[in-house]
């Protein structure tokens, strides 16, 4: 089993006997999305199963938080900030945006890129790389950015 299952295995406990509902909440339904990928997609569970249900939670968290301030939800939102900041827990330490652009320089230095048509080959150079480290929505920009 993974380092990061067992950690998040052993908050929930934790959560439990302290009476931490919301953070239970969180936790539980991560721990429910990483029993679907075992079970439903017969996926040995490592670190990089675990950091990819997180960033999967994340950009729905962050999309719905998004959604309740333009509707102005702002009760919703924050509840939906909170269970962020509970997954941003279990996430490697992240990126700086100077380490990110320079990652991006590198790859586009590395896979000869010239333009947006080669924004694929940078991003499948730059992915294992920087896996739960930066928002790839983010990463993104950067790369067209970079390539624009």
Same mark, same amino acid.
């Given at each position: 089993?993974s380092?990061?299952?067992?950690?998040?295995?052993?908050?929930?406990?934790?959560a439990?006997?302290s009476?931490?509902?919301?953070?239970?909440?969180?936790?539980?339904?991560?721990? /429910?999305? %990483?029993?679907q990928?075992?079970?439903?997609?017969?996926?040995?569970? #490592?670190? &990089?199963? *675990?950091? =990819?249900? $997180?960033e999967?939670?994340?950009?729905?968290?962050?999309?719905?938080e998004?959604?309740?301030?333009?509707?102005?939800?702002?009760?919703?939102?924050?509840?939906?900030? /909170?269970? %962020?900041?509970?997954?941003?827990?279990?996430?490697?330490?992240?990126? #700086?945006? &100077?380490? *990110?652009? =320079?990652? $991006?320089a590198?790859?586009?230095?590395e896979?000869?890129?010239?333009?947006?048509?080669?924004?694929?080959?940078?991003?499948?150079?730059?992915?294992?790389?920087?896996?739960?480290?930066t928002?790839?929505?983010?990463?993104?920009?950067?790369?067209?950015?970079a390539?624009?």
């Amino acid at each position: 089993m993974s380092d990061l299952k067992t950690r998040v295995l052993e908050d929930i406990k934790t959560a439990m006997k302290s009476g931490e509902r919301e953070r239970l909440s969180v936790l539980r339904m991560l721990n /429910s999305d %990483i029993k679907q990928r075992e079970v439903v997609d017969s996926v040995e569970i #490592t670190d &990089a199963v *675990v950091i =990819a249900s $997180i960033e999967k939670m994340l950009k729905q968290r962050r999309d719905s938080e998004s959604q309740f301030r333009s509707g102005n939800r702002p009760d919703l939102a924050d509840k939906e900030a /909170s269970e %962020i900041a509970v997954l941003l827990h279990y996430l490697p330490q992240q990126l #700086t945006t &100077a380490e *990110v652009e =320079a990652l $991006i320089a590198q790859a586009v230095a590395e896979t000869g890129a010239q333009g947006g048509k080669d924004m694929g080959k940078v991003m499948g150079w730059l992915k294992p790389k920087v896996a739960g480290k930066t928002d790839m929505g983010k990463l993104s920009g950067l790369i067209k950015a970079a390539l624009g």
